[in-house]
C-alpha cells in the first residue's frame, strides 16, 4: 500500500542521506514495509538488519563502535562485501540496542558514503530514557503514523474521490449529494477499521464488506501494545500504571469536558503516581495529547497549560475496538453519546498526522472549542461534530470574542459558507493541509 510518508524518506535521500535517518512511531503502524519498499525501488543494493532477532549482528555494536570495523564484521557475517556507495542498510528494533544508536554519530563523522535508515518498537521511549552518548544533531528524526483518511481512500483505489472532496474544498461548494453520501460512508468504514496497514489490506481483501471485517486484527494488535507495555517497561508496577492509563481513556472521553482526570483511572489517583505512565505512553506514539491555551496569541504554544489536556488514542479504530462499539451503530448514525469521542479522536488523528499540533480552548465557563490551528489566516478555530445536527453556542462565544478571519466546523453537513463558518465534512479533513504555515 502507497504512504504519503515515502515523500518524507524521498525528501531524505535527495538531501543526500549524510545523516543516518530514524523513524519514530507506534507498532503495526506500516513502518518496516514501507521503509522496506522505499529500499527497494530506490537503491541498486539493500541489506536488512533486525536487531531482535539478528542477535550475532546486535552483539558487533557491543565490541566496536567504529563504523569501518563493524561494517567488516557484518561483511564476516554475511560472507559478502558491502559496496558501500551502492548500498542501503536498514536496521530495524533498534530499541533493543542502545551502543547502535550510539554508534550512528561515528557513521555521520565517517568520510564514507553509508546509508543508514533505522526503526523500531516504542523507540520514542527508548530514546527518552537514553543512558549512553545520544548522537545529538548527527541523526535526523522523523515520527510516523498509523494510515490517515486520505491513505485509506488510496488503498481502496479511490483516488478521483479525493481529487472531487479537494476541489469542492477549495471551492466551498457542496458536493453532489451521492458522492457527498459515499465519502460518509467510507469515512464511516474508517472509524471502524483505522489505520493500522493490516487492518485495512484485511477490509479490502474481504471486499470492504464491514459486515465481513474481521475486527480483530484491531484486538490483536491492541493485546500487542499491552505486552509491550511489560515487555519494554522497568518493572511490573510500572506496566499496570501504563495499562491502566491506556484502558482509562474511554472514560474519559465519554464525559462532556474531556479534559483529562486522573481520578478516572482509578480511586485516589494521582498525578505523582500516573504522571509517568502517561509520558511513556506520548513517547511510545500510543496516545496523542491535546493541551489547553490559556491565551489565544501567537504563538500558541508559549501558552499551554501542561497541566490541562485531553488525551485521544493513535488510531481511531483501536477506540472503537476497545469499546466494542457496534458496526451497525456506526453505520447507522445511532443516536449515541459518544458518537462525538469517536468524530475528535478522528479528528485529533488527522491533525497529528498532518504534524499539526493538538491545542484547544475552553472559556471560564462552559465554552470550548476543540482544536485550533495556526494558520495563515491567522488563529482558527475548529469546532467538530459527529453528525449534522450543528447547533452550537462555543463557537459563536469564540467568534465573538476573538474574532478570527473565519471558523471551521467539521461534520457530517456538506461543504457550504455561511455566517462566516466554512462547514467541512468529516471526510474533507485531510483539506485542512493547506492551512498550515
Known sequence: ???????????????????????????????????????????????????????????????????????????????KTIDIDNTIMFFDEVQVSERFITSLKYFCESTNNYKIICAGSLLGVK?????????????????????????????????????????????????????????????????????????????????????????????????????????????????????????????????ENKKFQYKLIEENASKRKFETALDWLNSGAMILSCYNTEKVEIPLKAYLNNDTFKIYYSDVGILNSICDIGVNDIINDSNFMFKGAIAENYIAEELTTMEIPLIYWKSKGDAEIDFLLTTKDGIIPIEVKASDRVQSKSLKIYMEKYKPTYGIRISMKNFGFENNIKSIPLYAAFCLNDLRN
Not at 6 to 27: F, H, Q, Y
Not at 144 to 154: A, H, N, R, T, V
Open 1 to 79: 500500500m502507497q504512504r504519503i510518508f515515502e515523500d518524507t524518506l524521498k525528501v531524505w535521500k535527495s538531501s543526500g542521506m549524510n545523516k543516518p535517518l530514524i523513524i519514530i512511531g507506534a507498532r503495526q503502524i506500516g513502518k518496516t514495509y514501507t521503509i522496506e519498499k522505499f529500499c527497494k525501488e530506490n537503491f541498486e543494493n539493500y541489506l536488512y538488519f533486525n536487531l531482535e532477532k539478528d542477535v550475532e549482528i546486535a552483539k558487533i555494536f557491543e565490541n566496536t563502535l567504529k563504523p569501518e570495523e563493524i561494517i567488516k564484521n557484518i561483511e564476516v557475517r554475511l560472507e
Open 127 to 255: 530514546l527518552n530514557r537514553f543512558n549512553s552518548s545520544f548522537p545529538v544533531g548527527k541523526v535526523e528524526m522523523e515520527h510516523m503514523f498509523p494510515m490517515s483518511f486520505k491513505e485509506f481512500l488510496i488503498a481502496l483505489n479511490q483516488t478521483m474521490l479525493i481529487d472531487e472532496i479537494y476541489y469542492h474544498y477549495q471551492n466551498m461548494i457542496p458536493m453532489a449529494e451521492d458522492l457527498h453520501e459515499k465519502a460518509l460512508m467510507l469515512y464511516k468504514h474508517y472509524l471502524i477499521v483505522g489505520g493500522m496497514p493490516e487492518a485495512v489490506k484485511s477490509y479490502i481483501e474481504c471486499g470492504q464488506d464491514i459486515v465481513k471485517f474481521n475486527r480483530d486484527i484491531v484486538k490483536t494488535i491492541v493485546e500487542m501494545y499491552i505486552s509491550d507495555m511489560n515487555k519494554y517497561t522497568i518493572n511490573k508496577n510500572e506496566s499496570v500504571k501504563i495499562e491502566k492509563v491506556y484502558m482509562s481513556i474511554p472514560r474519559e472521553l465519554a464525559k
